[in-house]
């Protein structure tokens, strides 16, 4: 008796499937899902009360305007509780927060 098409295409399926997460290798403690990335996060999250002020100098030491930057670093870090890692750019690892807020010229407000 011959397999139907259905029945030959579920079996497509499932071997394209097979060999699609073949590639990925499990977590530790199984599950099937990819492992996470080792190293240190891509932005800092802060203690507003306490780290503030060390993260924002880390992030605008070598900005032009280094006052100005630090003084929209810290607001925006007392509100979103993130500063991005290095000395600029990455505003997207600290997600809507961060890069919604915009300035009344309509360019984002923190750096």
């Known amino acids: 008796m011959a397999p139907s098409k259905l029945a030959v295409a579920v079996a497509m399926v499932a071997t394209l499937l097979l060999l699609s997460n073949s590639n990925i290798k499990a977590a530790p403690g199984g599950g099937g899902y990819p492992a996470p990335p080792v190293g240190p996060p891509p932005h800092q999250i802060v203690d507003p009360a306490k780290d503030c002020g060390g993260a924002c100098d ?37 997600g809507k927060c961060y890069t919604g807020w915009t300035t009344h010229g309509n360019r984002t407000k923190c750096p």
Not at 61 to 77: D, F, I, Q
Not at 82 to 94: H, L
Request: proline share 3%.
């Open 58 to 94: 880390v992030r605008c030491g070598e900005h032009s305007r280094k006052n100005r930057c630090t003084r929209a670093c810290l607001t925006c870090c007392r509100t979103c509780r993130c500063v991005p890692a290095g000395t600029a750019g990455n505003q997207e690892t600290c």
